[in-house]
């Protein structure tokens, strides 16, 4: 069983028609209390197609706009539950 496979193919169920800017830093800063940061940008980068690097330097920014993206946060969340994902609730 593959992690990052698995959430990549959930993320393609989710976002069939990938993930549009508006919402990007929202589905980093939903997944990052489930994944390490590597793990992240290693799922996000396979994902959209942007370097690894990238993400990696974006998941900070995503974290300081959280608070005021949590309505964008949620809509991504509740598509990311439908397809599958369970968060980690501990």
């Known amino acids: 069983m593959d992690p990052i496979a698995d959430m ?3 993320l393609r169920q989710a976002f069939p028609d990938g993930i549009g800017d508006d919402s990007y830093l ?5 997944l990052y209390e489930d994944m390490s940061d590597e793990n992240l940008s290693k799922t996000i980068a396979l ?3 942007r370097n690894r690097w990238d993400v990696s330097n974006d998941i900070p920014r995503a974290l300081s706009a959280r608070n005021a993206n949590r309505e964008e946060i949620e809509v991504v969340a509740a598509r990311l539950r439908a ?3 369970e968060p980690d609730e501990s």
């Open 26 to 30: 929202s589905l980093l800063a939903c």
């Open 47 to 49: 994902f959209t197609g």
């Open 8 to 10: 990549v193919a959930t």
């Open 83 to 85: 397809a599958g994902w």
